[in-house]
């Protein structure tokens, strides 16, 4: 059961071990402009490998029967996004098994992958659970970590903890076959919580150091994608990194603008526009380099082509 891209990898990895009988996903929902309904990833996942799909808004109010009526052994949920009820709980044979994308207890929630990568982790992993009636708070099977690339988005580390997701819960259903898992409760005391990631929490805060945006600007890639404003348009930005240290007066010079001093200047002032330098933007103690970005209603770029066909002012204010 799942919707994503994490919980259809997973279904490939576990459909190929052990074999399927059935995906559960939420309903078609409609997208773009013209509203046309678009499948989740998993169903289509489902639908290419021959396994039959059943969809509810609310599988444990509208769908409970169905799974009834399939007798499974194991459930297995990924990424799925519907609160279970403790009736459906009791369905399976040996339970619901939940693969999550963090180091339990740590970022239980919505939103773990984008969390580690914004707050700056240096390892996350994957861990396979029992599902019960609170979030991710279920016994530990097996826990994995791997480590978090040095300019790795969150996009690119969903990809890796998929695919170890969808080997761990393979070994750990085989585990429970051979009556060899081991239960191991987590310390409640050792939690945190991530909320699920809305569009408007890609909107930069210049405020920030120069690390901190790297690692803000990486977890909302590739979405809902950091972003700021240039002159009334959006201004998405997939790449950046450390201008230089201290008080920027050689870059300030550089530019040949009366921008004024560093204690004078807000943050998110541009002070470096062209080609060479790139655009160079004032941050909370330091100032950063906008490596890639996108303007609205344009292609993806880097700063530097960017700057060869758009004007932007020494001193001009991004958020504004």
Known sequence: MGTADFSAAVFEKLNGAHGVC????????????????????????????GVPVMQ????????????????????????????LSEKFLEVPKYGVLNVHASLLPKYRGASPIQ????????????T???????VDAGDIILQKSLRIGDKETAGELFGRLAEL????????????????????????SLASFCRMIKKSDGLIDFSKSAEELDCFVRGMTPWPSAYTSLNGKTLKVFDIEKACDGQLCHLIAESGS????????????????????GLIV???????????????????????????????????????
Request: with cysteine.
């Open 258 to 277: 009366a921008v004024g001093n560093d204690c004078e200047m807000s943050f998110g002032t541009v002070i470096a526009a062209d080609a060479k330098k």
């Open 128 to 134: 396979i659970m029992r599902t019960v009636k609170a």
């Open 56 to 83: 509810y808004d609310r599988v444990s109010r509208d769908g409970l029967d169905d799974i009834i009526s399939l007798a499974p052994d194991i459930v297995v949920t990924a990424a799925f996004g519907q609160i």
């Open 282 to 320: 004032k941050t909370g103690g330091s100032a950063v380099r906008l490596r890639e970005v996108q303007l609205e209603g344009s292609k993806r770029m880097t700063d530097s082509d960017f700057l060869k066909g758009h004007t932007v002012e020494i001193g001009a204010r991004l958020g504004e």
């Open 165 to 188: 997701g969808g080997e761990m819960i393979s070994d750990v259903i085989s585990l429970i076959e051979s009556g060899r898992a081991q239960f191991t409760p987590q310390d409640h």
């Open 22 to 49: 059935a995906v559960v996903t939420s309903p078609d929902k409609p997208v773009g402009r013209g509203h046309k309904l678009q499948a989740a990833a998993l169903k289509i996942a489902a639908v290419k490998a």
């Open 115 to 126: 969390q580690a990568v914004i707050d700056g982790e240096k390892e996350t992993g994957v």
